[in-house]
């Protein structure tokens, strides 16, 4: 059996979804203790951020989320908004994808970075499990990328909906671990 590649995608991490949510330093601490654990075993890190041009032109107002984000005003591009947060603070060799949907696929360059660097496995971490988290996940098993997700790594504002994404949808997708498990595998 080939030997898989893994990258660690860290998705919408972002001061302006963070700062959306309540009681994050618990799991702020967990990403900044697996970012570290995939530097320290030299994985490549991608950030995927959510950002959109001045007007937000890329915003159908058929999808009923773009056009509430235009709506709002929110995202734009170099926004304080958009900007990894301090936990995981990219370093400069530490690519940042910019996506103006909730997939990290979707019209990005994501699969080309991937497949440049020789990653044929993809781990998952970020915000939020049934956005984000859900529509990477789908992509990346439909593009053929073995996958694994970070259950403790993702969080959602209902905490019923990651229960039943992690139990019961991302296990057909790949696997589900813990940040533990996975910063233990990787230490080996």
Known sequence: MATEKAALLLLDVQNGIVNRLENTSQYLQTLST???AARNAQLDIIHVVTAFRAGHPECNPRNPSMARAK???AFR???ESTQVHP???PRDEEPIVTKCRVSAFTSTELDLILRSMGITEVVMAGL???GAVLSTVRAAADLDYSVTVLEDGCVDRDPEVHRVLMEKVFTRQGRVVSSKEWVDEIAR
């Open 34 to 36: 697996v970012t570290q």
């Open 71 to 73: 709506e709002m005003g």
């Open 77 to 79: 591009n170099n926004d």
């Open 87 to 89: 936990a995981v603070a």
């Open 128 to 130: 939020i499990t049934s």
